[in-house]
């Protein structure tokens, strides 16, 4: 079964930067749409940003551009969110996700995704 296993969260300032990591294991997702969302304290879920079979295939939420990037390394099975300027608005636990199915764009609609980590939490201080 896939596994996915995000790291790289912690605590920051506003202004700072943190690089997430998700590892996936049990299954080759080099060609699947991957993406990551991120979950505030008392919120709903929210989309961050996705990455299709082509690497130069992503897609961002509105208030992920121009500060976050998302990136894969194919040959390591793992995917990652380089995040810049962080706001405290950013707070919140990080999950990596990946769709089953191939697709060849990227998607920002969670029902979509079939592969969840268990995330990992990122807190920014203003």
């Known amino acids: 079964q896939v596994q996915l296993v995000e790291s790289g969260g912690g605590l920051v300032q506003a202004g700072d930067s943190l690089r997430l990591s998700c590892e996936a294991s049990g299954r080759t997702l080099g060609r699947n749409v991957m993406g990551w969302f991120r979950q505030p304290l008392g919120k709903e879920r929210e989309f961050v940003a996705a990455i299709g079979w082509s690497s130069t295939k992503t897609l961002y939420a509105q208030s992920s551009k121009g500060r976050f990037s998302i990136s894969r390394d194919v040959a390591e099975n793992t995917v990652y969110l380089q995040m810049d300027s962080l706001q405290s608005e950013d707070s919140g636990v990080y999950f990596c996700?990946?769709?089953?199915?191939?697709?060849?764009?990227?998607?920002?609609?969670?029902?979509?995704?079939?592969?969840w980590g268990q995330g990992t939490q990122v807190a920014v201080s203003s």
């Open positions: 996700a990946a769709v089953g199915a191939i697709y060849t764009n990227p998607s920002d609609q969670l029902g979509l995704y079939d592969y």
